[in-house]
């Protein structure tokens, strides 16, 4: 099968006759679609997989877009505009999610089901069509929407290729990120046939307080998830994993952990990422003061890792990553809290 069939066929969907026909007609071996048509196809050809249904503008410009699905399950997909002209699309990989992340809304709705490669590709090529004049080109893509992709690995790696394909949206597999709460043999896969990529949320930096926060730590602990990045990214050239550190207040933002962290992220080229914890209705958890993160920070920073700070975007709209989901449904239940972090949380 020439490479653009490939491409074509695992965009494939119901409703998608138009580059069925396109297929057979353009995809001649060894020749690429041709431009008008290709122009022809993203100004007319229709997804069927997605039907929108709305879209919910937060006051900072992010856009949280509601989609159904063949099966009226409804998923979400929020768009974050940057200035400088990097705008970037959070795609989800599950229909809710089975990783029970203690902060995270999504994870508290349970997996109904995965998503198809057509059905998160066509999340990105949905936000490109509806956003590209208001807001500029879309520029990135991050899998940090509702679900854990690896838990979908295969349709995630095939989404992924796709999303960098030459012959497909063709971004940059640098500007493609897939991020994990730390499934440790699915991420070993993805390191060795995916060029995208990866960002591992570690958000503690105990086996105490990351048992409690992300269960899966249970299952996969620190020392074997980093050990395994450290052996997987020997082979890696260029290639830095990004590590998500949300900061908790009283629960995982101490000076200590900061230098714990700098032990755990020994002998890994990455960047690490600090996150201002969005407070959700539902949660337990209390943000870091700005101060704090700060001083966090720079120890990080004095240290030598590189270091960014982020702050969470779309609050009002409940449209920031890891809190997607329908307010009211039912809920997963929580975890007890540890004794010791009992007066950090109301
Ligand atoms: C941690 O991990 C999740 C999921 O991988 C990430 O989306 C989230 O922002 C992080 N949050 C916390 C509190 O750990
Ligand atoms: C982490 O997991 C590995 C593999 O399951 C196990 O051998 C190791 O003892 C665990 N480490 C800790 C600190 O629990
Ligand atoms: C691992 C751990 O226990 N972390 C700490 C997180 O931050 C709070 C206070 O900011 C500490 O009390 C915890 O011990
Ligand atoms: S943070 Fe990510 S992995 Fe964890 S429950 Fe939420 S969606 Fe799932």
Redesign the pocket.
């Known amino acids: 099968m020439s490479v653009c069939t490939c491409f074509l066929l695992s965009l494939l969907s119901p409703g998608l006759e138009l580059l069925i026909i396109g297929t057979s007609i353009f995809c001649q071996p060894y020749v690429g679609l041709n431009k008008d048509f290709k122009s022809m196809l993203s100004e007319h050809a229709e997804f069927k997989a997605l039907t929108l249904k709305d879209i919910i503008k937060a006051s900072d410009g992010t856009r949280k877009i509601l989609f159904t699905l063949d099966d009226g399950l409804v998923i979400e997909t929020v768009i974050i505009p940057c200035d400088r002209g990097r705008n970037t699309v959070c795609v989800s990989s599950q229909v809710g999610c089975a990783m029970n992340c203690q902060f995270c809304y999504t994870g508290r709705m349970g997996l109904t089901r995965h998503l198809t490669a057509a059905e998160i590709v066509e999340q990105a090529v949905y936000a490109r069509r509806l956003f590209s004049s208001e807001v500029g080109s879309i520029s990135n893509v991050v899998f940090m929407g509702m679900g854990e992709p690896f838990h979908n690995i295969e349709s995630v790696i095939q989404a992924a290729d796709i999303m960098v394909h030459d012959q497909g949206l063709h971004f940059s597999p640098r500007k493609v990120t897939v991020s994990t709460s730390g499934l440790v043999p699915q991420l070993k896969r993805f390191l060795r046939e995916s060029n995208c990529a990866l960002a591992v949320s570690l958000n ?3 086996d ?2 990351r048992n409690w926060v992300m269960p899966i730590n249970r299952k996969y602990n620190l020392s074997l998830l980093l050990q395994t990045l450290r052996e997987e990214l020997r082979s890696k050239h260029n290639y830095k994993v990004l590590f998500e550190y949300v900061m908790l ?6 000076l ?2 900061a230098r ?1 962290l700098i032990d755990l992220v020994q002998g890994i080229p990455c960047k690490v990422n600090l996150i201002s914890f969005n407070p959700h209705c539902g949660s337990q958890f209390k943000p870091t003061s700005e101060e704090k993160i700060i001083e966090f920070r720079n120890i990080l920073a004095e240290a030598g890792c590189i270091v960014f700070l982020r702050p969470s975007r779309g609050d009002d709209q409940m449209a920031a990553c890891g809190q997607l989901g329908k307010p009211g449904q039912v809920q997963a239940p929580l975890l007890r809290v540890p004794a ?1 972090f009992q007066s ?1 949380l109301t």
């Open positions: 503690a930096t105990t105490e307080v207040a009283g629960v995982n933002d101490s200590e952990d714990r010791k950090a």
